[in-house]
């Protein structure tokens, strides 16, 4: 079945500097992916859309120029944490479809950001 | 897409049928029922989807009523490592639809 890889899996960094996670579909290709967060109890939050080739769409109250997207290619997307926070920590989590209308979303394994 | 109900929390008995319900009174006639779990600290699997027929795979079976109003996910047989949160989701088709998660239902198999 289709496969969504995420990296790295857990990352812990300094406040003031920025993270990278890569999402990768690795059995298909994704126009589109999806960028959820989930606070500790909580359920997943989509914080945007990522559109092969174009501008990522953020949700209301995610800001755009600290939760930076990147989708160059049909199977990556990226998402930079910039100039972390405490309270950027979180479980951030990637997804991504095929192409086919009904086929379901698949979910990397997510990653744990831990600011200090 | 349409709202979900679900119940906050089920147990269940190791080898026993898991049937978690969900009610989607407003479901569109074009929009999908599907199911995840979420295991902790993990990512969301998904589990099965349907449209109008009952769907059974290798993980589970759904069945929705002809009113489509609701739905059940059986897991048949469960084992400890079904315990998880159990996401029922509403969604039309579209490659650029995303998945709107409510609170979904722990379900907790016990010993």
């Known amino acids: 079945g289709a496969v969504v890889s995420q990296h790295p899996s857990r990352v812990i960094c300094k406040s003031g500097t920025s993270v990278k996670i890569e999402c990768r579909s690795l059995?298909?290709?994704?126009?589109?992916m999806f960028w959820y967060r989930q606070f500790p109890k909580q359920s997943l939050m989509l914080m945007a859309t990522?559109?092969?080739?174009?501008?990522?769409?953020?949700e209301q109250g995610v800001e755009k120029d600290k939760f930076l997207i990147n989708h160059a290619s049909l199977t990556l997307s990226t998402l930079t944490v910039t100039s972390a926070h405490p309270e950027d920590s979180s479980f951030y989590i990637c997804?991504?479809?095929?192409?086919?209308?009904?086929?379901?979303?698949?979910f990397g394994n997510g990653t744990r950001l831990t600011v200090t | 897409d349409a709202k979900t109900t679900q119940p906050t929390s089920m147990d269940c008995a190791e080898g026993r049928a898991a049937n978690l319900p969900c009610n989607h009174s407003?479901?569109?006639?074009?929009?999908?029922v599907y199911w995840y779990r979420q295991i902790h600290s993990q990512g969301p699997q998904y589990i099965i989807h349907?449209?109008?027929n009952n769907e059974t795979n290798e993980m589970a079976s759904l069945i929705i009523t002809e009113d489509r109003k609701s739905s059940t996910l059986i897991l048949p047989h469960a084992t400890l490592r079904d315990t998880a949160v159990y996401y029922c989701?509403?969604?039309?088709?579209?490659?650029?639809?995303?998945?709107?998660f409510g609170s979904g239902t722990q379900l907790t198999v016990l010993p």
């Open positions: 407003t479901i569109s006639g074009n929009e999908y």
């Open positions: 349907g449209l109008k």
């Open positions: 990522s559109n092969e080739g174009s501008k990522a769409t953020y």
């Open positions: 997804s991504a479809r095929e192409e086919a209308a009904s086929s379901p979303l698949h």
């Open positions: 989701i509403v969604r039309a088709s579209g490659s650029a639809r995303q998945l709107t």
């Open positions: 059995d298909f290709q994704a126009t589109t």
